[in-house]
T-cell receptor, first 113, second 115 residues
Framework: AQSVTQLGSHVSVSEGALVLLRCNYSSSVPPYLFWYVQYPNQGLQLLLKYTSAATLVKGINGFEAEFKKSETSFHLTKPSAHMSDAAEYFCAVGPRGSYKLIFGSGTRLLVRP | DAGVIQSPRHEVTEMGQEVTLRCKPI?????LFWYRQTMMRGLELLIY????????DSGMPEDRFSAKMPNASFSTLKIQPSEPRDSAVYFCASREQGLGTDTQYFGPGTRLTVL
């Protein structure tokens, strides 16, 4: 069965620092991969997705993620954190041939002034 | 487009009462998903529909939960009778069918509290 693991339930960075949120997946076939963001009291919003085109995917708000098959990873990065980036981030895997999404447990990003 | 619409946004009820959550997907989307989010279990898929037909309800926790989609623009998730452990945020999401359209669009959620 496919699964996704997010390392670190909480990540704290200073404003202006690099953001790195980790995601590893388990799948025999490279799946579709997604990062969603959830702001307080809101639904999930798509940040970016990998669907087997370019391995470096650029998303909204300056975020990007790189698909690394050898490491089964899809880590999310942003060069410089803003206060407005404080939210919960979810990595999700979408098995090919399935319409389901399997979500990780989420990482809460805290941005310190 | 207004996006996925859910109502109510907040629901507080007493144990044993019936609760109905509502969802209007994005127009033209063929798939509709119901999720539940709790601190303990994270985000769980409960059920999803394709063209108004339930495809996979393996995530529905028990018989107290039921979902319907009478037409392409409306779905309900019903809990009867409700229990305190059903307290959670329930999300509805929709997506288009076909390759390259695999993004699910989420509604704002309904926060359910069962006392």
């Amino acid at each position: 069965a496919q699964s996704v693991t997010q390392l670190g339930s909480h990540v704290s960075v200073s404003e202006g620092a690099l953001v790195l949120l980790r995601c590893n997946y388990s799948s025999s076939v490279p799946p579709y991969l997604f990062w969603y963001v959830q702001y307080p009291n809101q639904g999930l919003q798509l940040l970016l997705k990998y669907t087997s085109a370019a391995t470096l995917v650029k998303g909204i708000n300056g975020f990007e993620a790189e698909f690394k098959k050898s490491e089964t990873s899809f880590h999310l990065t942003k060069p410089s954190a803003h206060m407005s980036d404080a939210a919960e981030y979810f990595c999700a895997v979408g098995p090919r041939g399935s319409y389901k999404l399997i979500f990780g447990s989420g990482t809460r990003l805290l941005v310190r002034p | 487009d207004a996006g996925v619409i859910q109502s109510p946004r907040h629901e507080v009820t007493e144990m044993g009462q019936e609760v109905t959550l509502r969802c209007k997907p994005i127009s033209g989307h063929d798939y509709l998903f119901w999720y539940r989010q709790t601190m303990m279990r994270g985000l769980e898929l409960l059920i999803y529909f394709n063209n108004n037909v339930p495809i996979d309800d393996s995530g529905m926790p028990e018989d107290r939960f039921s979902a319907k989609m009478p037409n392409a623009s409306f779905s309900t998730l019903k809990i009867q009778p409700s229990e305190p452990r059903d307290s959670a945020v329930y999300f509805c999401a929709s997506r288009e069918q076909g390759l390259g359209t695999d993004t699910q669009y989420f509604g704002p959620g309904t926060r359910l509290t069962v006392l």
